[in-house]
């Protein structure tokens, strides 16, 4: 079965800095997608960047890029210039076609002004 | 395009009672998730439709758990008997717009349940 690990429960950065959030899973196929979801209280889960396993060239969504190495099986999320409203839980998911989405436990992340 | 809607947004109910929870997709989506979210975690996958057929059920998820699509529309999450474990967020989610090259998974606003 497919799993999705997210090894940093809690992150924090200095708003407009970069902060990398972690992501890494398990998977026997080659052909997939991974995704980031971000979570704020209102617990609106609302998509962030998307990823197709086939495609070497990294996701970049404004000031959200991923830096996804798929024989690491690792799919790593940073944010650019960091602002308040980046607060939030985050979510990696996993997604093989046909399949259902598999999510990771989440990182929360707080924005210091 | 009005999203994924879910309904109702809060449900209070007393340990034993029966619960429904519906979920209207995205009007073209032919794929309909059930999801489970305790507060601080993941969400955690109960079952998912393609069209009206369910093709995945997690075995996780008790009998007490019944979930319909009866024309490929909307969905309803039935809760028998429930028991205060059964406190959760539930989300409702949609995806498929012609193809997997477009795969997107849309959320509704999530049903919460509190079993008294």
Same mark, same amino acid.
């Given at each position: 079965?497919?799993?999705?690990?997210?090894?940093?429960?809690e992150m924090s950065v200095q708003e407009a800095e970069t902060v990398t959030l972690s992501c890494t899973y398990d998977t026997s196929e080659s052909d997939y997608y991974l995704f980031w979801y971000k979570q704020p209280p209102s617990r609106q889960m609302i998509l962030v960047i998307r990823q197709e396993a086939y495609k070497q060239q990294n996701a970049t969504e404004n000031r959200f890029s991923v830096n996804f190495?798929?024989?690491?099986?690792?799919?790593?999320?940073?944010?650019?210039?960091?602002? !308040?409203?980046?607060?939030?839980?985050?979510?990696?998911?996993? !997604?093989?076609?046909?399949?259902?989405?598999?999510?990771?436990?989440?990182?929360? !992340?707080?924005? !210091?002004? | 395009?009005?999203? %994924?809607?879910?309904?109702?947004?809060?449900?209070?109910?007393? *340990?034993?009672?029966?619960?429904?929870?519906? @979920?209207?997709?995205? /009007?073209?989506? &032919?794929? $309909?998730?059930?999801?489970?979210?305790? +507060?601080?975690?993941?969400?955690? =996958?109960?079952?998912?439709?393609? &069209?009206?057929?369910? +093709?995945?059920?997690?075995?996780? $998820?008790?009998?007490? =758990?019944?979930?319909? *699509?009866?024309?490929? /529309?909307? /969905?309803? $999450?039935?809760?028998?008997?429930?028991?205060?474990?059964?406190?959760?967020?539930?989300? @409702?989610?949609?995806?498929?717009?012609?193809?997997?090259? &477009?795969?997107?998974? =849309?959320?509704? /606003?999530?049903?919460? +349940?509190? %079993? $008294?």
């Amino acid at each position: 079965a497919q799993t999705v690990t997210q090894s940093q429960p809690e992150m924090s950065v200095q708003e407009a800095e970069t902060v990398t959030l972690s992501c890494t899973y398990d998977t026997s196929e080659s052909d997939y997608y991974l995704f980031w979801y971000k979570q704020p209280p209102s617990r609106q889960m609302i998509l962030v960047i998307r990823q197709e396993a086939y495609k070497q060239q990294n996701a970049t969504e404004n000031r959200f890029s991923v830096n996804f190495q798929k024989a690491a099986k690792s799919f790593s999320l940073k944010i650019s210039d960091s602002q !308040l409203g980046d607060a939030a839980m985050y979510f990696c998911a996993y !997604l093989n076609y046909g399949q259902n989405f598999v999510f990771g436990p989440g990182t929360r !992340l707080s924005v !210091l002004p | 395009d009005t999203g %994924v809607s879910q309904d109702p947004r809060h449900k209070i109910t007393k *340990r034993g009672q029966n619960v429904t929870f519906r @979920c209207d997709p995205i /009007s073209e989506h &032919n794929r $309909l998730y059930w999801y489970r979210q305790t +507060l601080g975690q993941g969400p955690e =996958f109960l079952t998912y439709f393609q &069209n009206e057929a369910q +093709l995945e059920k997690s075995r996780l $998820l008790s009998d007490r =758990f019944s979930a319909e *699509r009866p024309k490929g /529309s909307f /969905s309803t $999450l039935e809760i028998q008997r429930t028991e205060q474990g059964d406190s959760a967020m539930y989300l @409702c989610a949609s995806s498929g717009q012609g193809g997997h090259l &477009n795969e997107k998974l =849309f959320f509704g /606003s999530g049903t919460q +349940l509190s %079993v $008294l």
